[in-house]
């Protein structure tokens, strides 16, 4: 199992789906805390010692949380600032380049996950210097909002395509990237021959040249709390468990 001890989290944008619920996506609260801390909390859980979060919007807001979060848990948490946080989240990941010169995690601060995903990701062999995305086989899984999820095409385990439009896919993107220095070379190119600067534009041209891999995550559950309709069901989910563990 390959130990990786940090963790880029890309807490920078609006998250304007969630507003009626808070105002900043990665404080609005899933059962009494916050979501990046959710997100955190299952990261440490697999080893990662080290945070490095990109802020945008309500940064200082955040910021704060993160110091007093930093207090109480003795996480190391780097904070940097996306002053283009309106544009695609691979903006975000470049903020980040800096403070990330080896191996790492990649997750999103509204995806709630259970730790055994990064299990599943740590336990995978990778081919040298490909990058590592979490996929869910089960196309029935219904924690996931079909409307929104980026779909995976993959073909013996390489990711050929990825992206919310795609209409031929065998697999959902967790949102949770076992990734390398490659992926900031590769957002790069993406942006600079295809004007794509998002995460899934570095993924197709990781795809290209086959170090794009696919790695599944078997029974291990996650959500991507996006939306009032993914926070009530995450929510309901914790009591569910909170129940069965009693």
């Known amino acids: ?14 998250g304007t789906r969630l507003q009626g619920i808070g105002s900043s996506k990665p404080l609005v609260k899933l059962a009494g805390m916050p979501l ?6 299952a990261a440490s859980l697999a080893g990662v010692e080290k945070f490095v979060v990109v802020t945008g919007y309500q940064a200082e807001r955040l910021t704060v949380f993160l110091k007093d979060l930093a207090t109480r848990t ?8 996306n002053p283009k946080f309106e544009q695609p989240n691979g903006i975000s990941v470049l903020c980040g380049q800096a403070h990330l ?16 995903l990064y299990q599943a990701l740590a336990s995978a062999e990778l081919p040298a210097g490909a990058v590592g995305l979490g996929v869910d086989l089960r196309l029935d899984n219904p924690m996931v909002d079909l409307d929104d999820v980026t779909k995976i095409e993959l073909d013996g385990g390489r990711i050929r395509n990825i992206g919310k439009e795609l209409t031929r896919y065998n697999a959902f993107d967790c ?8 992926l900031f070379q590769a957002i790069q190119t993406s942006q600079q021959t295809n004007n794509d600067n998002s995460i899934s534009g570095g993924m197709k041209t990781l795809a290209a040249a086959n170090q794009a891999i696919g790695i599944d995550i078997g029974s291990a559950n996650w959500i991507d709390v996006d939306s009032a309709e ?6 309901n989910w914790i009591v569910e468990q909170s129940v069965l563990s009693k």
């Open 74 to 81: 003795g996480w190391n948490i780097v904070c940097t600032f």
């Open 101 to 116: 010169p080896g191996d790492f995690y990649l997750a999103m601060c509204d995806h709630f996950v259970e730790p055994a």
């Open 1 to 14: 199992m390959t130990r990786i001890t940090d963790c880029l989290i890309v807490a920078a944008g609006k």
């Open 36 to 41: 990046i801390e959710h997100a955190m909390r």
């Open 175 to 182: 949102g949770i990237f076992r990734a390398n220095t490659n």
């Open 230 to 235: 993914m926070h009530k069901l995450a929510e």
